[in-house]
């Protein structure tokens, strides 16, 4: 009996913990979304609830790390449950990051949004798109467990360094020419810098998606040295 109510425990502690998970990226994610709105449609208000709405994120980061380490301590989960644990805490501190790039993106627009409308900020809007995109599937990677989807987005955000480095470029050939708007093109620049980092944290959460369904750490693969051929040559042989 005593068994049957650990594994009810364990099951409902479990199930709270992704649900919690998910909460925080529908939070973050509207955060993100009204950061960008606010920039967009020059709304003030939409700045401020960005901005005060915040620590229900931050909130919701500690009760995930707090359950994961409860979760950890009381039933010692093995295998693909252990990685479940392991993942979500991750994805809460990279959910909590991409809030904070939200309340910096919702500053910045309020100081935007005070000045002289600033045409250039239509050209954040094809960058976001696509953050959008990468951080919705890095969700739906995580909820599936899904690790092709998930590793398949550090090609994807290829594209978005790309369209950040020529958005960076473009603007900062105007910061030359038009002195008088040059305090909001900085703010501009930096919103852009903020949804560029939006798809690396995408990207960050999709290896740890890989982890999640494959047990797979795909981390950094891209930095590893090629391996030393086998057996010699000529050339390696010493005269």
């Known amino acids: 009996m005593t068994s049957h109510h650990i594994l009810r425990e364990f099951d409902k502690g479990m199930v709270s913990l992704k649900s919690d998970v998910l909460l925080m990226a529908s939070l973050a994610r509207q955060n ?33 790390d707090q359950a994961g380490i409860d979760i950890m301590v009381r039933f010692h989960p093995v295998a693909s449950d252990l990685r479940l644990v392991i993942t979500s805490m991750k994805m809460a501190h990279n959910l909590e990051r991409i809030s904070d790039h939200a309340v910096n993106i919702a500053k910045r627009s309020k100081k935007i949004c005070k000045s002289f409308p600033l045409d250039e900020v239509g050209l954040a809007e094809p960058l976001y798109s696509l953050a959008s995109k990468l951080l919705r599937d890095a969700l739906m990677a995580y909820t599936d467990a899904n690790a092709e989807l998930g590793e398949g987005l ?28 040059s ?25 740890d998606s890989v982890y999640l369904g494959d047990a797979r750490d795909i981390r950094h693969e891209h930095s590893k040295p090629s391996p030393a051929p086998q057996g010699g040559s000529e050339s390696d042989t010493p005269a």
Request: glycine share 4%; charged share 40%; hydrophobic share 40%.
């Open 32 to 64: 993100l979304e009204r950061a960008m709105r606010s920039l967009l449609e020059r709304d003030l208000d939409l700045a401020r609830s960005v901005i005060a709405d915040d620590s229900d994120v931050d909130d919701l980061e500690r009760k995930i």
């Open 154 to 181: 550090k090609v994807r955000d290829r594209e978005l360094d790309r369209m950040h480095k020529q958005m960076i470029t473009t603007l900062s050939g105007r910061l030359e020419t038009s002195p008088g708007r």
């Open 183 to 207: 305090e909001n093109l900085l703010h501009l620049i930096f919103v852009a810098r903020s949804i560029e980092r939006i798809g690396d944290l995408a990207v960050n959460m999709g290896e």
